[in-house]
Every structure is written in structure tokens, then in C-alpha cells.
């Protein structure tokens, strides 16, 4: 099965992460080993944030961390708020609910903003939560919910937040590199994106940006932190390096990839998810299909879509993987058994989604919808 799999397309991988990678980024993979704290190896990281920080669209400071997403957002937090501290958690899913988790777990107040799975944030709703609690230190808010297929007006969130001087620390873990997220115009004291989503990168890095006011959090910030301290990756990368040993090869995969996304250029590639999520909407509607997420705020990277009565959607998603060889997604929590997903971020074209759908019509009348 493996020897299969080296082929740059077997069937199509459609769920939120990992995604696709092209042949280009498998190649680069297959790299023999470097020494991580010889000249080959600085060279290459520097090249590889420079280029990150291009597409964050940020001049804040910049980080691979070896880890998969949830460890940047656990990054995040310990390195810039201590036990005790007043969080606002701004959370509409199953993401949003894992980053207030790890706020707590640290031992910080959690002052809950919850909207109907479903819902984006209400910016006026943050506001009214900054007004009514006092000595608020800082804001989580998940940028794309990828359990809902959701993406939250992070501008506006983000304006709400900065009108109150607060910290504001961001999940864009499937939205960063796919859907416009301008980190510095927005504000955005740390972002956290994660190598398997739209960097069509196998899974094993996150890369975190840091604002200066997220360095001054740092400086007073007494929760416990060892692996991810961000001081030790900011003395390491000024020599090059990272303060223990990378995931090299996948290092090497962001290179690549990171070279085909520049090509593209940024607004090509936001503008080709845009038509994609559109197709997907669209595609979906026209088999009588509903969606989960309220339209309005139906993200360009993840499509949910709701479940009719009667319908068997692990059967619908087995025929799809073994029939069509089409991998899509289930629903997370309490939201397994009322929506599938269909990821489609990062190496993906109008056209794969017309397979899916197409797919989707035939499947559809054999499992009860
Ligand atoms: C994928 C994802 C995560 C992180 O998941 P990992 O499995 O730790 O990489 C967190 N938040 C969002 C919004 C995600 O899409």
C-alpha cells in the first residue's frame, strides 16, 4: 500500500488536514540527512522563515516549531500568560474549545465567549465581554473553525481587541497561506499555522509569529515552558538554528512548497480557494444538500455539510474512499453523524471538487439521501 502511495495522486485526499502534497514537496522529502547545526541547515532555515514571514504577511518574529498545530497554540499560550490571568476565549467549535482547554489547563481564568456551533463571533459580543470584565490579559479566537467550517471577520474581532489594548493570540491553523490573513495589519500578537493544512507539507511543524507586544507578554509571563520557549528559539535562529533537533526533512518540504506558493503569488492563491469554496458551496447545494455553517461565514478552506434524516453517512464515506477513492470527512464531537467536510485547502483546483460532487450524486441515492 505505501509503494502505492508514492505516486504523487492516488484518489483525493479531501479532509481538513493532512492535505495533498505535490510532487515536488514529496521529492524534496526524500533528502538525505543534514547536520541541523551545520552551514547547509542555517542557510536553509533563514530562506524558509524569510519566505514564511512573506506569506504571513508579517515583519514580527518567526518560528518552526517540531510539532503538530496544537502544540504552537499551547506555544502560544505559555509564553505569554501566567497562572491566574484573565483569558477571554472566543470559541464557535470543536478548535476554539481545544484552545480554551490548554488556557485552563495552564491555569489561567477562562471568561467563555461561545456562539451556536454553526455561527462566526460576534465582534459586538467581545466587546460587551471586554466592557463587563475588567483585567482581561488577553483574547483566543480561532480565525477558520475547521470542525464547523466557519471563518470568523478576524478584522473586526481584531479591531474589537485592540480597542481594549488586548493581547490577541490566533489559531489560523487552517485558514494561514489559503485565506487573506494580513497577521500585522491585523494585529495579530502571535499566529499559529501548523505545515499539514494549507502548505501542502506533511504534518510535523508548526510556524508561529510573535509582535513586539507579544515579546513584552513574554518578559512577565510565569506559566511553565521548557520545549516551546520562545526566547531559546530566538537565540537559536539568530545562529541559525532551532534549540533542539527539527523535523529536517520536513523542513525541506516547506522549502519546496514554500517556493510554489510565491510563484503562485499570494492573491492568486487566495482567489483560487475563493473559487473553490464557492464550487464547493455550490456544488454541495445542488444536490439538495444543505450546509452546516451560516453562509455568510462559510470558510473557502473546509465545506460542512449538514446530514438529512435517513441518510448513512459512514457508509456514504466508505463507498466514497473505496469506490471513488475520495477521503472526506466526518463530524467532530457532537457533531458526528450530522455533517460530513470536505477539506480543500491547499493543492486543490475547481476541478477536483467536480469529482467529488459528481461522486457525491452517485453515492447519494445508495445511502438513503
Ligand atoms: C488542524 C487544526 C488544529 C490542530 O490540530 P493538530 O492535529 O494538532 O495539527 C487546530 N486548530 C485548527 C483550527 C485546525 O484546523
Redesign the pocket.
Known amino acids: 500500500m505505501l509503494k502505492e502511495r508514492r505516486v504523487s495522486k492516488v484518489g483525493q485526499l479531501r479532509v481538513?488536514?493532512p492535505t495533498p502534497c505535490p510532487p515536488e514537496v514529496l521529492q524534496a522529502m526524500a533528502c538525505q540527512m543534514i547536520n541541523h547545526r551545520g552551514p547547509e541547515f542555517d542557510k536553509i532555515l533563514l530562506d524558509v522563515t524569510a519566505k514564511l514571514k512573506h506569506l504571513f504577511q508579517t515583519k514580527n518574529d518567526l518560528y518552526l516549531l517540531t510539532c503538530?498545530?496544537?502544540?504552537g497554540?499551547e506555544a502560544a499560550i505559555v509564553n505569554t500568560l501566567s497562572p491566574g490571568d484573565k483569558v477571554l476565549c472566543v470559541t464557535v467549535g470543536a478548535?476554539g474549545d481545544?484552545f480554551t482547554r490548554i488556557v485552563e489547563v495552564f491555569g489561567a481564568e477562562v471568561i467563555p465567549v461561545r456562539a451556536e456551533w454553526g455561527k462566526a463571533a460576534d465582534p459586538d459580543e467581545i466587546r460587551r465581554a471586554l466592557q463587563k470584565a475588567p483585567g482581561i490579559k488577553a483574547v483566543l479566537v480561532?480565525h477558520?473553525?475547521?470542525s464547523t467550517g466557519v471563518t470568523n471577520d478576524l478584522a473586526a474581532i481584531s479591531a474589537v481587541v485592540k480597542e481594549f489594548d488586548k493581547l490577541l493570540l490566533v489559531?489560523a491553523?487552517?485558514s494561514l497561506g489559503s485565506i487573506d490573513l494580513p497577521v500585522d495589519k491585523w494585529r495579530c500578537d502571535v499566529t499559529v499555522t501548523?505545515s499539514?493544512?494549507g502548505w501542502m507539507v506533511p504534518?510535523g511543524m508548526a510556524m508561529v509569529s510573535l509582535s513586539q507586544e507579544a515579546w513584552q507578554a513574554h518578559a512577565r509571563a510565569r506559566m511553565p515552558r521548557f520545549n516551546w520557549d520562545f526566547a531559546l528559539a530566538r537565540k537559536y535562529l539568530e545562529i541559525g538554528q532551532t534549540p533542539w533537533t527539527p523535523a529536517v526533512s520536513i523542513v525541506f518540504a516547506l522549502s519546496a512548497a514554500l517556493d510554489m506558493m510565491l510563484k503562485e503569488g499570494l492573491s492568486n492563491i487566495f482567489a483560487r480557494h475563493a473559487r473553490v469554496g464557492k464550487a464547493a458551496r455550490e456544488g454541495v447545494k445542488s444536490l439538495g444538500l444543505s450546509l452546516f455553517a451560516d453562509e455568510q461565514y462559510a470558510s473557502n478552506t473546509v465545506t460542512a455539510v449538514s446530514v438529512k434524516d435517513g441518510m448513512d453517512v459512514k457508509a456514504m464515506l466508505k463507498m466514497l474512499r473505496e469506490e471513488y477513492q475520495i477521503v472526506l470527512a466526518g463530524g467532530q464531537q457532537s457533531l458526528q453523524g450530522k455533517i460530513f467536510r470536505i477539506g480543500h485547502l491547499g493543492l486543490v483546483t475547481e476541478d477536483d471538487i467536480k469529482e467529488i460532487i459528481s461522486a457525491l450524486r452517485e453515492v447519494l441515492p445508495k445511502v438513503g439521501a
Open positions: 481538513p488536514g503538530s498545530g496544537t502544540g497554540l478548535f481545544r480561532t477558520n473553525e475547521t489559531d491553523i487552517s501548523a499539514q493544512k504534518p
